[in-house]
Nanobody
Framework: QVQLVESGGGSAQAGGSLTLSCAAS????????LAWFRQGPGKRRTGVAS???????SYADSVEGRFTISQDIAQKILYLQMNNLKPEDTAMYYC??????????????????WGQGTQVTVSS
């Protein structure tokens, strides 16, 4: 059973930085697409960034150049480095995994496994 546990959320000022982590277990790294999604208040869950087992990455336009997705394959940890945060980045952030090749960031229904989420709040 694949399990994903996020951590690292919190509060930040606009222009600040936060790093999210997602500890993964119960699967082999090869052949999985890993991603970060977010869901703001009253909004649908949307993709932020994805990374393939070969290290290929994709980003939503809204975070391109500010966020970086990476993974520690040995430790099975997924990261999201968030710089130059904006109030509109405020959301619950979720780690997701799917036993398939990434097709860009993708959509919520394309991912089979989900973490419980971690809250990020950015104040102006």
């Amino acid at each position: 059973q694949v399990q994903l546990v996020e951590s690292g959320g919190g509060s930040a000022q606009a222009g600040g930085s936060l790093t999210l982590s997602c500890a993964a277990s119960g699967y082999t790294q090869s052949g999985y697409c890993l991603a970060w999604f977010r869901q703001g208040p009253g909004k649908r869950r949307t993709g932020v960034a994805s990374i393939d087992s070969d290290g290929s990455t994709s980003y939503a336009d809204s975070v391109e150049g500010r966020f970086t997705i990476s993974q520690d394959i040995a430790q099975k940890i997924l990261y999201l480095q968030m710089n130059n945060l904006k109030p509109e980045d405020t959301a619950m952030y979720y780690c997701a995994a799917d036993p398939a090749i990434c097709m860009g960031v993708g959509y919520e229904d394309e991912y089979k496994y989900w973490g419980q989420g971690t809250q990020v709040t950015v104040s102006s």
